[in-house]
């Protein structure tokens, strides 16, 4: 049998919206997006491998009721999915036994006969040619079944999103960029403290109590700041947290691995290097000081990182001096693989000896050969110093890495039962500039390298010494020999772990510098398998060169999209430099110099600059940089700047609009639909009220409002009471339409969950800073509690506008309420009762929301109410609602109703909503039809009336539209190919014109 697409219960796969993301660049709209992918779903015919099918009607199949059954229609080639509604056996002479189906679709109603034997199929076929004609006419038909299954879809395969406010799609990397007064308050936040990191929704947080991105909804506003960061500069330290480029400095001028003391530079760097044999260099791998090239690696996603990532602890190398007095573990390779990847990363750890002990913030930073390294706590390295001589662990100790999730680790060492002698431990001192050691028996505790432990030394002196070291200024090479001197005088063999141990605590150097002595200097001979002696007889090679050094541009990093008049960040760095500089040119000859800056002629350095360049197209960056010889290298890169996606009006034509929208007197509609929930995390005494109230002790601190209002409804449905559908209770605070400073009452208010939306829609469409007066009352106390916690979880403090009492015998003031809500008890002698008091209570012009059972609208008995709702107001809206069941009660209406004697003519708005399965939709399109039905015939009525087009502020004040509305139906229109753009007219200004 023939199969087609079940429009009802489409299951759309990563690759189908694959197909839809090809070739877009920009956001477009949503309906546009749907015949696109309905487009790719045709192509696809026959669909032999989908499960997401529906046979097509056949004569000769028997069919039962409530079986559903996809019906050819015309045009040719499409189909409509009906129900089987009634089947009833017939027969005649001719055909023998039949049935007569009646089938349900869209509405309608139809019969048809059916197992016939060898009947033949109904006419079927698609015709390539004609794609576009059948995915506008699906789309038509089965826009909101389409919408659903392609935002869920969505969910699952974010290759897309979908931009709520605009009702537009956009591919994933494309993001309408946000404004400098945007990154301005973001550099505010990060420079309150540069060192800590910040998390992407603190961010978006703190921009939204600046009175920013109150336009976007909160995927939006993520991926937008996301997005914003990139762009300038700002580095991902753990998986969604930031730090600014001045922050990123500070960490990386903290994570070097020398200390401040002075450091002698006449042969170090001579000795970092030379060339290792192949012993030398596995033995500077397990000091994580191996070779640049060998520490180099693939950089991963974090995805594709968590597929092949080490889930068995990592055996750490030795702690040495080093470690301890600089407070870092090596990164060596094996390390690197079993963290995060990233340049610079931050990873929790916890340590653990005998005691559990608090957790420690390490860096992790692999942007620099010198800086490759794991630093203790946010940078305090005394900390960590601390904690080592508290547990008694010494130099040569090693310890194990577990991961316990993505950046938390454990770091653990293991203790040695029975513990091991090592013998005679040299203890050092300097007296009189020359190093002297003193020979102690020690135990060793813990597991490690016992080389190391015997330059073992007492944690109270290893400071003083360091410092009183740091004073001498030896030579490396000098020094390395007078450690074999003192410790070997027979020539047996040190290990060249514990040379180097011996060595760092008079002169600051690393473990490859230590190497680099030991294989270049002819006085030391390998004896194999990383230890050497001294050969006395044979005298230092003199060092009389500074080692040869090569200057370099070694990075160069650029934003994955740049668009024009917008700052974005380059990131460079050099090694052995004098100075840097930036250039640009749009034609590849005429360079401008944007900054120069000072470099590192001794080692390497990170440049950030921030430029914007002013048009689209393409342009040449060039870095040029000046050696110490003033020899200059150059590197240059061509990019592609992106021109900016929205136009935005001037600003005489904002201001212009703005001032004839100020002397209406009425204020445009809002829909925002539905509400979102506040994104501020709960404070101590929510999350503790919360806990009392719902009996629950292991709720996480880190619930959102959202979560707690689910809570809160839930342990209300508890009680006994019956509680507002979220969705119904966003649809009736849009139809109210509240604003700024306007009184607001439900005196039967449950969890409060109409304050609560009406709170949050002024402070989403007018301001964060905006507020309103809130009242409710409830006759149980665990719903006043509840309302109290619900609003405080969402902005409002104040917990005295929250009564508990009788609402209908209790005095309350008349005329004090702009707008009520309630959903009271479906009684109908209460909800009578309840209709007087709120008529009373209301404001003359205020707006009443409630939902009310059927028979308050058709009951003999309630006619008294009803001539009250007619003679004293308007009836604006009744809108039926289908029993939702559950903790929701009986069906109910949606009452809205103003408080002002209604105009000639009025028709109230009746609507009846069948089916739950789309209440959303449904609930939408009855928003959409109360604000702005006519929208879009009246700005092409204006059009039509002016053949010589209309400026975009003149058709704004004409309609009373602010710009941003305009554009957005303009754009609309012009993407149905109803009206055309001409951006360039005499005046500058863009005319809209009529087509058709």
């Not at 000896?353 to 957790?359: H, K």
């Not at 008079?506 to 230590?514: A, H, L, Y």
């Not at 050696?627 to 990019?639: C, H, R, S, V, Y």
Request: hydrophobic content about 40%; charged content about 25%.
């Amino acid at each position: 049998m023939t199969v087609v697409l079940n429009w009802l219960d489409l299951q759309l796969s990563d690759e189908d919206l694959k197909r839809v993301a090809e070739g877009l660049e920009r956001p477009i709209k949503l309906r546009l997006v749907l015949q696109k992918l309905v487009k790719a779903l045709l192509s696809q015919h026959p669909w032999t491998t989908r499960t997401d099918t529906i046979h097509l009607f056949h004569p000769s199949h028997r069919y039962e009721v409530n079986q559903s059954v996809a019906m050819p229609k015309f045009p040719e080639g499409t189909w409509c999915i009906a129900q089987v509604i009634e089947v009833k056996e017939d027969q005649n002479p001719k055909q023998g036994k039949f049935q007569i189906v009646r089938l349900r679709a869209n509405g309608e109603e139809k019969a048809y006969a059916a197992s016939i034997p060898d009947a033949q199929p109904l006419p079927f076929k698609i015709d390539p040619k004609r794609l576009q004609d059948l995915a506008n006419y699906f789309v038509e038909s089965y826009e909101t079944q389409l919408r659903n299954a392609f935002l869920q879809a969505l969910e699952r395969f974010p290759i897309l999103i979908y931009l709520l406010q605009t009702d537009e799609v956009s591919p994933i990397s494309f993001v309408v960029p946000l404004e400098d007064s945007d990154l301005n308050i973001v550099e505010q936040l990060f420079a309150q403290n540069p060192r800590e990191a910040k998390r992407t929704e603190e961010i978006v947080a703190y921009l939204r109590s600046q009175g920013r991105l109150t336009n976007l909804s909160d995927e939006q506003a993520t991926i937008a700041v996301k997005e914003l960061l990139e762009r300038n500069g700002y580095v991902l330290v753990s998986e969604d947290e930031w730090l600014s480029l001045e922050g990123a400095e500070v960490v990386d001028r903290s994570l070097q691995r020398r200390s401040p003391a002075p450091v002698i530079r006449d042969d170090n760097e001579y000795y970092e290097t030379v060339v290792l044999p192949p012993e030398g260099r596995t033995l500077a791998e397990e000091f994580g000081e191996g070779e640049e090239e060998a520490a180099e690696e693939k950089q991963l996603s974090l995805d594709e990182w968590r597929e092949r990532a080490r889930t068995q602890p990592l055996k750490l190398p030795p702690l040495t001096f080093q470690n301890i007095m600089e407070a870092y573990f090596p990164l060596n390779r094996q390390l690197s693989e079993f963290l995060p990847p990233g340049d610079l990363k931050r990873v929790y750890l916890r340590f653990h000896a005998y005691s559990e002990s608090e957790p420690m913030t390490f860096w992790v930073s692999r942007t620099e050969r010198d800086k490759r390294g794991l630093k203790a706590d946010e940078l305090d390295k005394e900390r960590f110093r601390q904690w080592l001589i508290s547990q008694g662990i010494p130099a040569g100790t090693t310890f194990w890495i577990e991961r316990i999730s993505d950046f938390e680790y454990r770091l653990y060492a293991k203790p040695l039962d029975p513990p091991r002698i090592v013998g005679q431990v040299k203890f050092p001192s300097i007296q009189n500039g020359e190093l002297k050691f003193e020979l102690e028996e020690v135990q060793q505790r813990w597991e490690g390298d016992p080389h190391i432990f015997k330059a073992e030394l007492r944690f109270e002196d290893l400071r003083a010494l360091h410092e009183e070291a740091s004073k001498v200024g030896l030579r490396i090479a000098t020094i390395v020999r007078r450690v074999f001197e003192q410790i070997d005088p027979n020539g047996q063999g040190l290990y060249w772990s514990e040379v180097f141990n011996a060595t760092y605590l008079v002169r600051m150097c690393s473990p490859r510098t230590v190497l680099g002595v030991l294989y270049e200097q002819p006085c030391f001979e390998s004896l194999g398998n990383g230890r050497f002696r001294l050969k006395p007889e044979v005298p230092l090679r003199i060092v009389r060169r500074p080692p040869i050094r090569h200057p370099k541009i070694e990075h160069f990093e650029l934003p994955k999209t740049i668009w024009a008049n917008s700052p974005f960040a380059v990131k460079v760095r050099t090694k052995y430099c004098q100075q840097v500089t930036l250039e640009h040119s749009q034609d590849g000859h005429n360079w401008q110099t944007f900054q120069t800056l000072s470099a590192n002629p001794d080692g390497q350095k990170t440049h950030n600059f921030k430029l914007s360049l002013p048009e689209a197209g393409r342009w040449q960056l060039r870095i040029k940089a000046v050696t110490p010889n003033g020899a200059t290298l150059t590197k240059q890169m061509e990019i592609q700047v992106q021109p900016m996606p929205v136009t935005q009006p001037k600003p005489e034509e904002r201001e212009i609009v703005e001032e004839f929208i100020a002397t209406l007197p009425f204020t445009l509609p809002q829909t925002l639909f539905p509400i979102p929930f506040a994104s501020e995390p709960l404070s101590e005494s929510v999350f503790q009220e919360l806990k009392k109230l719902t009996n629950q002790h292991r709720l996480l601190l880190s619930l959102s409002p959202r979560e707690v209002d689910e809570l809160l409804q839930q342990r209300v449905a508890e009680s006994g009471q019956f509680v507002t559908h979220r969705l119904i209770a966003d649809f009736m605070v849009n139809l109210a339409q509240p604003k700024p400073d306007e009184s607001i009452a439900d005196i039967c208010c449950g969890s409060g969950i109409f304050l609560v939306k009406a709170l949050r829609f002024v402070r989403e469409v007018y301001g964060e800073d905006k507020s309103v007066d809130l009242f409710g009352a409830d006759v149980r106390p665990i719903a006043c509690n509840a309302a109290r916690l619900n609003l405080e979880a969402n902005g409002f403090t104040d917990s005295h506008v929250i009564l508990e009492m009788d609402s209908l015998n209790a005095k309350l003031q008349d005329s004090a309420f702009d707008v009520i809500f309630g959903n009271p008890p479906f009684d109908l002698a209460k909800v009578t009762s309840f209709l007087h008091r709120w008529m009373k209570m209301l404001k003359e012009g205020g707006r009443m929301v409630v939902l009310v059972p059927s028979g308050i609208l058709t009951g003999s008995q309630q006619r008294n109410i009803r001539e009250r709702l007619v003679n004293e107001g308007t009836i604006l809206a009744i809108v039926s609602l289908p029993k939702l069941g559950g903790i929701y009660g009986a069906a109910g209406n949606v009452l809205f109703w103003l408080k002002k004697t209604p105009e000639p003519e009025h028709e109230p708005l009746l609507v009846s909503i069948q089916s739950e399965q789309n209440l959303e939709a449904e609930l939408r399109e009855v928003l959409e039809f109360c604000f702005f039905e006519d929208e879009k015939r009246r700005i092409m009525r204006y059009l039509r009336q002016n053949p010589s087009g209309l400026r975009t502020y003149e058709l704004a004040r004409m309609l009373g539209y602010d710009l941003d509305r305009l554009r957005q139906y303009l754009t609309e229109l012009a993407g149905a190919q109803m009206v055309r753009c001409v951006r360039c007219d005499e005046d500058g200004y863009e005319r809209w014109f009529a087509l058709g």
